[in-house]
């Protein structure tokens, strides 16, 4: 009996589970857990307090002995091992739960590090480079939710080439270090100094609008779970950038 | 100063804690030019099912 004849003899069934949708349909996985704003939210302020936590050992060591050698290996193995699980949650995004964390503990080693020798020679810098990293951060972050700034493709590219440019510059003046050399320009404390700082302060500021939006639509998309670690990750970064640009300026305005 | 300093750092994280939560407004999310972000691997041939668009 073929499937014409048995339709013919038994009719079509009047269960109601088993109508002509029931096996077209795509099986979706809805219990599997989604990126959203609070978790990502969440995600940022653990690495946070993880960063605070390591950076506070080497501000502490530094302060405690006043001898710059003492935190210097902590500070390279920081910067180091920052890195290394940097470009590990960028190139392996599903590693970032354990990457992310691990970049916040070993930046802090660094960032606590080069605070406290700024610190040391010029009083209170740090809780004022603190302060104006947060305060921009929450200046863009209601100028994005509001609408005020709108990134579209254009931002994106000026903001990419913008950073290349800055990444470029910073990396000839490594290689020209290693020779005795430099760009001068970079550690200036003249008026084109201060100008140089400025726009890297600006590009690095700008970055933050691009971090927001991939929040924001990723949660809005749905995106998988452990994209709210590599988020935080992403905010993380410019963040970090951010502050040490602020710092090498603030440092430049008080010579 | 440096009190004053810190406080307002305190303030400004509690605020961006609960401003980030807040979904942006229509002006920035219902726009034709919003950026394409990457947020994981196509599967080729497999229509692109949205959780969202689902009924339960």
Known sequence: ?255 | MEIVLLILVAIMLVASYFLFNIRASKKQTNRENRLNWYYGKKKKGKAVVNVQDVDI
């Open chain 1, 1 to 255: 009996m073929n499937s014409k004849q048995a339709l013919q003899t038994f009719g079509r069934s009047g269960n109601p589970m088993f109508s002509d949708k029931t096996f077209s349909e795509k099986i979706v996985d809805v219990r599997a857990e989604r990126m959203t704003l609070q978790g990502t939210v969440n995600k940022v302020g653990i690495s946070l307090i993880l960063l605070i936590l390591t950076a506070s050992y080497t501000w502490n060591l530094y302060f405690s002995t006043n001898d710059p050698s003492s935190v210097s290996g902590l500070m390279i193995g920081g910067m180091i091992a920052g890195f290394v699980f940097a470009l590990a949650t960028i190139f392996k995004r599903t590693w970032a739960p354990i990457t992310a964390p691990l970049y916040a503990l070993s930046k802090g080693l660094a960032l606590g590090g080069i605070s406290a020798m700024y610190e040391a020679q010029f009083d209170g810098i740090t809780i004022q480079a603190v302060s104006l990293t947060f305060a921009t951060m929450f200046g863009l972050l209601f100028a994005y939710k509001t609408g005020i700034i709108k990134p579209d493709e254009n931002f994106r590219l000026m903001i990419f080439a913008g950073t290349f440019a800055i990444f470029a510059v910073y990396m000839v003046n490594l290689i020209m270090s290693f020779f005795g050399t430099g760009i001068s320009i970079i550690n200036s404390t003249g008026p084109w100094g201060i100008v140089f700082s400025l726009v890297v302060v600006a590009i690095a500021a700008l970055n933050l609008v691009l971090d927001f939006d991939y929040i924001e639509q990723g949660a809005e998309q749905g995106a998988p779970k452990y994209l709210e670690w590599y988020g935080a990750f992403s905010l993380m970064v410019t963040l970090i950038w951010l502050y040490l640009e602020i710092l090498r300026l603030l440092s430049k305005l008080r010579r």
